[in-house]
């Protein structure tokens, strides 16, 4: 995600230390960055944890269009279909975790070059150069409160 600054994280994790137990389930996206074609970028988000998933998207859709994956193996799917501006991907996942995700889009031609953002509870410096050396740009250590949610 180019362009983006640290105030702007900052306030994301501030967002979700206050980002409420049982939340509207949005969809679709408004306004937002423009993309390689002139309309908003897209950004793919995969996360297992529902509530991470739906808390990343509400944060998101008003200035990307957000493609959700619940796993490892939608991810690739989803990355290799749309072709989105940029990935954030948790870390650990079933079927294939962030860094076998990371380490797949960067074989394929189609997606070798698309921005991957690393998301994971664990912000220890291996960790960080472990999904650095996968061929993630970034890192991001998450460390926003788990929540129950009881939205479907």
Known sequence: MPGQSEE????????AELFPA?????????????GHNGAQATLLVADDEPDMLRFLKSQLNSH??????ADGLQA??????FLPDAILLDMNMPEKD????????REQASTQNIPII???A??????????????ANDFLPSH???RSCTCG
């Open 8 to 15: 702007w994280l900052t306030n994301l994790y501030r967002r």
């Open 22 to 34: 049982i939340t509207p389930c949005r969809s679709g996206a408004r306004g937002g960055s423009p």
């Open 64 to 69: 990307y269009r957000v493609l959700e994956a």
């Open 76 to 81: 690739i799917k989803k990355a290799l279909e």
């Open 98 to 105: 962030g860094l076998q995700v990371c380490r797949e889009l």
């Open 118 to 120: 690393i998301l994971t």
């Open 122 to 135: 664990r912000a220890d410096e291996e960790t960080k150069l472990t999904a650095l050396s996968a061929g």
């Open 144 to 146: 926003f409160p788990h």
